[in-house]
């Protein structure tokens, strides 16, 4: 069956940076867009970034535009998102989600994986 | 950016009750609407897609309609697995934004 584990949240120092991984199995990860979403404690739901089947084509929210990199192992089925300049408002889950498509397009989300909360706090 | 505005924010009901939630797009999407269910701890789950395609192994007492600006999930009789937050996200552009949720709570 599709998985998706996410590893590498911590509590990390405002300003410092922190690189979270998404290891999926049970698809055929090359041929599909992936994605970052967040959800602050107690909050609602927020798309982050999603990058294309080949990593080519990224595009990033507002919110982390500039400071976050989204990028992708094919040969190792692992995707990355790199958060530098942290904020303590970047506190949140981070999901990664496969996207229906190859492409970085729009769609939907699934399946998700269980989550890995990133804290920033001095 | 298009805002996605559920409501209620939160309702009371009782097993076998008929729930219905709506969400509403700033602008038109068109069908490119998606819906999940979330319970505490967990990550969401896919329940609807384009607007009301349901996705493989969700009970059909989960329906979406809707097309345009407003949409809504039906579940036509509530079960006990079901207490949960219901989020709408539209698929239409970027960003992709996501309502602020619905949570359905035990009566």
């Known amino acids: 069956q599709v998985q998706l584990v996410e590893s590498g949240g911590g509590v990390v120092q405002p300003g410092r940076s922190l690189r979270l991984s998404c290891a999926a199995s049970?698809?055929?990860?090359?041929?599909?867009?992936l994605h970052w979403v967040r959800q602050a404690p107690g909050k609602g739901l927020e798309w982050v970034a999603i990058i294309s089947y080949d990593g080519s084509n990224k595009y990033y929210a507002d919110s982390v535009k500039g400071r976050f990199t989204i990028s992708r192992d094919n040969s190792k089925n692992t995707l990355y998102l790199q958060m530098n300049s942290l904020r303590p408002e970047d506190t949140a889950v981070y999901y990664c989600?496969?996207?229906?498509?190859?492409?970085?397009?729009?769609?939907?989300?699934?399946?998700w994986g269980q989550g890995t909360l990133v804290t920033v706090s001095s | 950016d298009i805002q996605m505005t559920q409501s209620p924010s939160s309702v009371s009901a009782s097993v076998g009750d008929r729930v219905t939630i709506t969400c509403r797009a700033s602008q038109g999407i068109s069908s490119w609407l998606a819906w999940y269910q979330q319970k505490p701890g967990k990550a969401p789950k896919l329940l609807i897609y384009v607007a009301s395609s349901l996705q493989s192994g969700v009970p059909s007492r989960f329906s979406g309609s809707g097309s345009g600006t407003d949409f809504t999930l039906t579940i036509s009789s509530l079960q006990p697995e079901d207490f949960a937050t219901y989020y709408c996200?539209?698929?239409?552009?970027?960003?992709?934004?996501f309502g602020g949720g619905t949570k359905v709570e035990i009566k």
């Open positions: 996200q539209q698929a239409n552009s970027f960003p992709l934004t």
């Open positions: 049970g698809f055929t990860f090359s041929s599909f867009g």
């Open positions: 989600a496969k996207g229906p498509v190859a492409a970085a397009g729009t769609g939907w989300f699934d399946p």
